[in-house]
Nanobody
């Protein structure tokens, strides 16, 4: 059975940092693109960041470039998202996802679904 379990969300002040974790099980981790989508109330889902586990290729949405860093630990089947300089626009439900085709679903206009979803973790940013 496949599981993607997120952790690390919470409340942070503007300018602060959080690190999200996504622990994967039940599929061949190294074959997948794994990353994060987010969605805030009343807004469209956004592909935030993805990493192709096999070669470390990464994708970042323009809105987070320079502030967020994605990484993976293949020994732990876990992907991390380090989020720095958080602002109110970053508040959302962050969901981990994995897709066998890699990181293409994270690109704008290329989303067609992903193979697996986590349940999500909330990030709130207070001013």
């Amino acid at each position: 059975e496949v599981h993607l379990v997120e952790s690390g969300g919470g409340l942070v002040q503007v300018g602060g940092s959080l690190r999200l974790s996504c622990a994967a099980s039940g599929f061949t981790f190294d074959d997948y693109g794994v990353g994060w989508f987010r969605q805030a109330p009343g807004k469209e889902r956004e592909g935030v960041s993805c990493i192709q586990i096999s070669d470390g290729t990464t994708y970042y949405a323009d809105s987070v470039k320079g502030r967020f860093t994605i990484s993976s630990d293949t020994g732990k089947n876990t992907v991390y998202l380090q989020m720095n300089i958080l602002g109110p626009e970053d508040a959302a439900n962050y969901s981990c996802a994995a897709d066998l085709t890699g990181c293409l679903p994270w690109y704008p206009r290329y989303f067609y679904g992903v193979d697996y979803w986590g349940k999500g973790t909330l990030v709130n940013v207070s001013s």
